[in-house]
């Protein structure tokens, strides 16, 4: 690795769960950061605390995703009431092919503690008490003008920036990206409080009225995080106890009672997105770069995906493996990704406020059936749980597609092949049918001459989830570090040489020239 990866070349503004995890993914591939932060922490009581199955995943790449479990209170059942009466359930327990098939409630301020923990033990550090105050662009980077804990100012210049700074982001303004879309009308309170001889479950609950909604997920100890949308006319920013009190009796079935209190708020909801998430040599990431209805909790998974989608091609880069071309791929991908979520929270949202007698009728009649028929379940859990990110063509149910995200993960499992972190993995396979001699000599070749990814042999060892994928005939799986399927390249183990050539080609769309690969080779990026 060139000695230059060792010294910041890329600035990240904003020390959440999303610049948190662009550093630790950074890290792990040995390219440092500048992290800063403008405060400590806004606020022990935040919004997000729902970490979805495929987010836990992609956690496991940076070393947290267990942690997270373990800090973190298990539920696998989200349930939806309508007036007062259960229309409807979906099962997460049920998802095929997820490392972790069911999702956790736990506070923001938990996730962060333990990412930046794990930062810290991956030799990165956070400036706090540092704010980005303009920006401007480089041929060659960013220059970026700070003010550093004591006032003072100070200019650096960066390789580059990404904008992980929340709905009011710096790095946005400061490097002129757009920012557009509009203001929910419905506003929502929450708080995190004790419910008094509740029973603490491993299921969340949506209730629905025609005067407005409710949630209730248990955050474990005791405690439920609830949230509802604001009756009209309410005024002020800091409901009571007997406001949520008066909200649980007219929406939720049973008599509550609350219990003490940690804090409450209100907040107004916006659905935004950043015209583009990157110019030249600046990204943005999470809430900078998008905002959706917090309907279905998929705000901060989002941000997570994206920090984890930059940070492997980012990496890449910096060390010279890959091609600076590969980064143009971030906005290509994630904004389609973010819009197909982004409008997913919308329809919930719309339909969980319905107010008129036909359009909850209806609404509650297909909530009825899907359950009945299982297909409410098949249908959203996967969108729910984000483990149907894809980029590229919408996958078929028994085909393989690029981009399409394998159920492969990247501990080791004696049932399924493992990803590598660092690195694009080759999965050979043999066929259903194969002659064990010519199949041993052609991984032979691969395996010595194939040396910028990792090769796994799946020839005689369980595929796992894959194998209803896998077709007849022989053919290599390239798979990104991400775990989303790059390319399928045919097989001939009567011809390995033509093996070599075929899945060095298909490695080499990204890779860096040799010649070229240093870390100082970032033409054709500036802004």
């Known amino acids: 690795m060139n000695s230059d990866t060792q010294r910041p070349r890329v600035l990240i503004v904003g020390a959440g769960p999303v610049g948190l995890v662009l550093a630790c993914e950074l890290l792990r591939h040995g390219v440092r950061a500048d992290v800063i932060s403008r405060s400590r922490r806004e606020s022990p009581h935040s919004r997000a605390t729902i970490l979805w199955p495929r987010v836990l995943e992609l956690l496991d790449r940076i070393g ?18 309508s007036n007062k009466k259960l229309i409807g359930l979906i099962r997460f327990d049920q998802l095929r092919g997820v490392g972790y098939p069911f999702a956790i409630t736990i506070p923001q301020w938990r996730t962060e503690a333990v990412l930046e923990a794990h930062l810290t033990s991956l030799g990165g550090t956070i400036g706090y008490d540092h704010a980005l105050v303009g920006g401007t662009h480089h041929p060659h980077g960013a220059e970026c003008r700070l003010l550093l804990p004591d006032g003072a100012p100070e200019t650096r210049t960066y390789d580059f920036v990404v904008g992980a700074d929340g709905y009011s982001s710096t790095v946005r303004e400061a490097f002129g990206f757009q920012f557009s879309g509009r203001t929910l009308r419905t506003r929502l309170a929450i708080t995190d409080v004790e419910i008094v001889d509740e029973t603490t479950s491993s299921e969340a609950a949506y209730y629905l009225t025609r005067n407005g909604n409710m949630v209730l997920a248990p955050l474990g100890g005791g405690v439920f995080r609830v949230g509802a949308s ?5 005024t ?5 106890r007997a406001f949520f009190e008066r909200l649980l009796a007219e929406r939720v079935p049973g008599a509550r009672r609350l219990g003490e209190m940690k804090f409450s708020g209100i907040f107004t909801a916006h659905v935004r997105s950043a015209s583009t998430y990157s110019n030249g040599r600046v990204f943005l990431a999470g809430d900078s770069a998008h905002a959706m209805s917090p309907s279905g909790a998929q705000g901060l998974n989002t941000g997570i995906q994206d920090a984890v989608n930059l940070g492997w091609k980012l990496a890449g880069v910096v060390r010279g493996d890959y091609r600076p071309e590969l980064l143009g791929s971030y906005d290509t991908e994630r904004r389609p990704a973010v819009d197909a979520v982004a409008g997913l929270s919308t329809r919930l949202a719309r339909v969980g406020l319905y107010s008129t007698w036909h359009q909850s009728l209806a609404r509650d009649t297909v909530y009825r059936l899907g359950t009945a028929t299982q297909m409410l379940g098949k249908v959203l859990a996967p969108k729910l749980a984000q483990i149907d990110t894809h980029y590229g063509p919408r996958p078929r149910r028994h ?12 501990h080791e499992s004696s049932t399924a092949p493992v990803l590598a972190v660092d690195r694009y993995t080759v999965l050979l396979w ?30 005689g060892r369980p595929p796992g989830a894959l194998l209803g994928k896998l077709g007849r005939a022989a053919q290599a799986l390239i798979v990104r570090p991400d775990g989303h399927l790059d390319s399928l ?19 080499g769309r990204h890779m860096a020239a040799p010649a070229t690969a240093t870390a100082h080779t970032l033409t054709g990026l500036s802004a």
């Open 64 to 81: 947290v995703g267990r942690k997270l479990v373990e800090s973190g209170h298990y539920f696998d059942q989200m349930n939806y009431y």
């Open 230 to 234: 604001v009756p009209d006319g309410f």
């Open 236 to 240: 002020g920013d800091s409901p009571d």
């Open 399 to 410: 085909t393989l597609v690029p981009g399409e995200r394998l159920p492969l993960g990247w």
């Open 430 to 459: 043999p066929g259903l049918a194969y002659r064990h001699d010519r199949w041993s000599k052609a991984v032979t070749r691969l395996r010595d001459e194939v040396t910028t990814a990792a090769v796994a042999d799946l020839g």
């Open 489 to 507: 390249v045919p097989l001939d183990d009567r011809a390995p040489g033509s093996n070599v050539r075929a899945v060095t080609r298909a490695l």
